[in-house]
């Protein structure tokens, strides 16, 4: 199927990433930075170009596009989703990729910042990519693969489709979001304008992999609320809200239930920001279980922790607000296992080795899947993720595309006439 195609998967992604796209939590405007449109711009262009008519962005910054279907069977519609956005953790601003050809495992140094180096030893994936090209960025910013690899897949996985007529595929929606970077991926999605029956995120790491358990979320906002007094004649007066938030947060389990000490299926309490004056102190927190009723459990343990530690503070006083963020998507796909297994067989037909995977996060296809569009997470070959090592392998991202092939392709030979 592929033994003539020059992919174009890599080309695409070394432009994409020079685009600056990264999200503002603190922003309160949709798309919450406006720069992401720039690259939601480009890539309707390129899909008119691909010959893709209907493509477009609307107000909001998502990109919708429909490749027709050439089957006379009834297929479900499939959707392939990826974020434009890349993280607030590090600059994306002049984002300079590097190709290294033929990696040959040697340290990769990253030249605008020789300090930045990436060694097998403490990125082993890296033992497996002995021959591949290896896409970095320069050591000042990062990378941007997370989710451009994505994007550049899917719009790669567009043109081969587009230009090869003679594969039999259901109808195919494209679907790329602003925001998931800071959770707002699907806020303004609109999924009857989308019309698909099932999805597919392209967000994950290693080739092969395949998710479809990601954690519970939610965010929990602890508002402290002093008493202020002027300082020269604040004794026995003053009660100090930034001194007690320090001491909620010197109070934390520093062994267990952080991400500094958890993995696998172990979930965690995480303090993400902190802001405030004497008389009243705010402290953002993440909250991350596997299981849903796991949730409540440690927001009931963080609430008892300040609760126990205001009986010193009398005159003192908190609020406690938590707000849903995802649910874990493995809830609503064990209810469609053709979702799951299609992707599977895709992968092993790509001649790769499946590996299942439960993410320590969130993508779009946890919300998306709970809006009722089942949307596991196919890999798209990232990794060393919102980090100035944040790097790539060229014939990854070619798997991706491949593996999106295979699977509208066994959609429809296991559909009905």
Request: hydrophobic share 35%; glycine share 8%; net charge negative.
């Amino acid at each position: 199927m592929f033994q003539k195609y020059q992919f174009t998967a890599a080309e695409r992604f070394l432009r994409y990433v020079q685009i600056d796209t990264q999200s503002d939590p603190l922003s309160s405007t949709y798309p919450t930075t406006e720069k992401q449109k720039n690259l939601g711009k480009l890539l309707v262009e390129e899909l008119k170009q691909i010959g893709i008519a209907n493509a477009h962005m609307d107000e909001w910054g998502y990109v919708y596009a429909t490749i027709p279907s050439n089957s006379s069977k009834k297929v479900p519609v499939i959707c392939f989703c990826s974020h434009v956005d890349t993280a607030p953790d590090c600059s994306g601003t002049d984002v300079k990729p590097i190709l290294h050809s033929n990696y040959q495992g040697q340290d990769i140094v990253l030249p605008d910042d020789p300090s930045q180096v990436l060694r097998m030893s403490e990125y082993p994936y890296l033992q497996n990519k002995i021959g591949d090209d290896i896409i970095t960025a320069s050591g000042k910013t990062l990378l941007g693969a997370d989710d451009k690899a994505g994007v550049a897949e899917i719009m790669d996985f567009a043109n081969f489709i587009v230009k090869h007529p003679d594969i039999k595929h259901g109808e195919i929606k494209i679907l790329f979001t602003p925001d998931e970077e800071v959770g707002k991926g699907t806020a303004k999605v609109d999924l009857e304008k989308l019309g698909a029956d099932f999805g597919y995120t392209l967000d994950g790491g290693e080739a092969g992999s395949l998710e479809d358990e990601t954690f519970s979320a939610d965010a929990v906002e602890v508002v402290i609320h002093g008493v202020i007094a002027h300082p020269g004649y604040a004794k026995g007066k003053m009660v100090n809200a930034m001194k007690i938030a320090g001491e909620i947060l010197a109070a934390l389990p520093k062994d267990r239930l952080s991400p500094e000490s958890t993995e696998g299926r172990r979930g965690f309490i995480h303090p993400v920001r902190v802001e405030g004056i004497a008389e009243k102190c705010t402290i953002d927190f993440i909250i991350r279980d596997f299981e849903t009723a796991g949730l409540k459990k440690k927001e009931d343990y963080l609430r008892t922790q300040i609760e126990e530690l205001l009986r010193t503070y009398p005159r003192s006083s908190f609020e406690f607000n938590v707000t849903e963020q995802y649910r874990n998507m493995k809830e609503v796909l064990d209810l469609h296992p053709q979702v799951v297994e299609y992707a599977k067989e895709a992968i092993a037909k790509a001649g790769l080795e499946l590996k299942m995977e439960s993410i320590r996060g969130g993508t779009d296809g946890s919300r998306l899947s709970f809006m009722g569009l089942p949307s596991p997470n196919l890999f798209a070959g990232m990794q060393a993720i919102h980090s100035r090592l944040e790097f790539i392998s060229v014939q990854d991202m070619n798997k991706a595309v491949e593996t999106m092939l295979y699977l509208v392709t066994i959609w429809e030979e296991k559909s009905e006439i």
